[in-house]
């Protein structure tokens, strides 16, 4: 059964860093586009970052380009997303995301992890 695990959610105050991480199971994660979204109270979930299978392409929102860094490590089937310089408005709670290519993900991933919550305090 195909898995997304996250972790490393937490506080952090206003300009400071976190980093997620996620793990895939059950299913071929290197073949797979991989991407961060997230979803903040009484919002819609939106696209934060996405890093394609094979050349490992990165794509970012405009609200995070600069401030985040997505990678990925095939060999241990994980994801990752660097946050800094964090805003009270990237407070969310973020998921990962599988797809079987980069436009899957965007639209329709077949994969999603269950979330870990980001705060941002003042």
């Known amino acids: 059964q195909a898995q997304l695990v996250e972790s490393g959610g937490g506080s952090v105050q206003v300009g400071g860093a976190l980093n997620l991480t996620c793990t895939g199971s059950g299913f071929t994660v290197e073949n797979y586009a991989l991407g961060w979204y997230r979803q903040a109270p009484g919002q819609q979930r939106e696209f934060v970052a996405a890093?394609?299978?094979?050349?490992?392409?990165?794509d970012y929102a405009a609200s995070v380009k600069g401030r985040f860094i997505i990678s990925r490590d095939d060999a241990k089937k994980s994801l990752y997303l660097r946050m800094s310089s964090l805003r009270s408005e990237d407070a969310a709670v973020y998921f990962c995301?599988?797809?079987?290519?980069?436009?899957?993900?965007?639209?329709?991933?077949?994969?999603w992890g269950q979330g870990t919550r980001v705060s941002v305090s003042s």
């Open positions: 890093i394609s299978a094979g050349l490992e392409i990165a």
């Open positions: 995301a599988a797809g079987a290519n980069s436009r899957i993900l965007r639209t329709a991933p077949n994969y």
